[in-house]
């Protein structure tokens, strides 16, 4: 390399400037993606324009996880896609090793893109000697050496404090709205009530019932918290006989608590029931359970790959790929992801 003339460098020195050399290298943006989900890392890649990175994946007999990456990662602002469907501990320590390597290949930035996150049901304490599990897998990634973290409808919002560096809590309400504005017509969007499981999702309930000028119902359930995935409905809050009633959360995960919403609201004379959800986690048995007759329809993102034998008639899956791939640009560019919310991200 051509050293600096001495001109220049007393210029420099004039200027209050220490000499140096000006690197004339550009950001670049790259996609690695593991195991877990690769058709939503290779739709999130065509949304950017480019394609992922190609990495070398192994298990060894002995069950250990293998990666390499097979393309320089030096000074590159690295996006890593995993989300979290089962085997949720192998995609896991699969990620973990990744972002090690990355970290190792001097990788400038490297950004977790998780867009379901894992143990995030874990993120208090109900009772004497649990764990904040949620807190776990956050010092994890922390540690392995994620600078940040993007996610898509975390179960519990405060899961952003957990971790010390930015933290992009996007929301699926923009698709999932876009979607039942065209499908609600005539009088499924006269008579829409917007309906919250449970107390823990009013809050986003309201901002459903906002979108669409309805008015909002809420179920009160009691959990019994020494029994997973087991839930009794008391009462209904709101006026559910006659209408088309949406019921909103973010995840489904055996199906028992949205069952039993839509068996309370038809008993007390909905007239329809549509059920929308960010994460079809679909544990067993899920499937079933979502096809009961007390549910018009299901409507659910990618953001957890859902294999065909668990797809059914009544389940619509919308993309989440151009909700994924704007915030990775927005973060690459130094732009603004909350302007892609209304501020409210």
């Known amino acids: 390399m051509a050293r600096k003339s001495k001109t220049t460098t007393d210029d420099?020195?004039?200027?209050?400037?220490?000499?140096?050399?000006?690197?004339?290298?550009?950001?670049?943006?790259?996609?690695?993606?593991g195991g877990s989900h690769p058709e939503l890392a290779h739709a999130i890649a065509a949304q950017l324009g480019i394609e992922v990175a190609p990495t070398e994946r192994r298990t060894f007999a002995s069950g250990e996880i293998y990666t390499r990456f097979e393309t320089s990662m030096r000074g590159a602002d690295v996006f890593l896609i995993q989300t979290f469907g089962s085997p949720v501990n192998e995609w896991l320590m699969e990620m973990l090793i990744m972002l090690d390597a990355l970290k190792r290949a001097s990788a400038k930035r490297i950004t977790v893109v998780a867009p379901y996150y894992p143990y995030s049901r874990q993120d208090k304490k109900g009772r004497g000697?649990?764990?904040?599990?949620?807190?776990l897998v956050t010092d994890l990634i922390a540690t392995a050496g994620a600078d940040r973290i993007m996610s898509v409808d975390l179960h519990a919002a405060q899961i952003q404090g957990f971790f010390d560096g930015p933290v992009d809590h996007l929301f699926a309400k923009p698709i999932?709205?876009?979607?039942?504005?065209?499908?609600?017509?005539?009088?499924?969007?006269?008579?829409?009530?917007v309906v919250s499981p449970d107390m823990g999702r009013v809050r986003v309930a309201d901002t459903w019932a906002d979108e669409f000028g309805a008015p909002l119902a809420i179920i009160h359930k009691r959990r019994d918290p020494k029994v997973a995935n087991q839930v009794t409905v008391h009462d209904i809050v709101g006026e559910v006989a006659g209408r088309t009633c949406l019921l909103v959360d973010d995840m489904i995960d055996t199906g028992g608590t949205i069952v039993k919403a839509a068996q309370a609201l038809k008993a007390n004379g909905a007239r329809?029931?549509?059920?929308a959800a960010t994460h079809a986690i679909f544990s067993d048995p899920a499937v079933e359970r979502l096809q009961d007759e007390a549910i018009d329809e299901v409507v659910v993102t990618d953001t957890v790959p859902l294999a065909p034998e668990r797809r059914f008639e009544t389940l619509t899956v919308l993309s989440s790929a151009p909700l994924l791939g704007r915030a990775i640009r927005e973060v690459f560019d130094d732009g603004s992801v909350t302007s892609m919310f209304d501020g409210a991200a």
């Open 12 to 33: 420099e020195r004039q200027r209050g400037i220490a000499p140096g050399i000006v690197a004339k290298t550009k950001k670049r943006l790259v996609v690695v993606a």
């Open 129 to 135: 000697r649990e764990p904040i599990s949620a807190r």
């Open 272 to 275: 329809k029931v549509i059920v």
């Open 176 to 193: 999932l709205a876009r979607y039942f504005a065209d499908s609600l017509q005539g009088e499924d969007r006269e008579t829409l009530t």
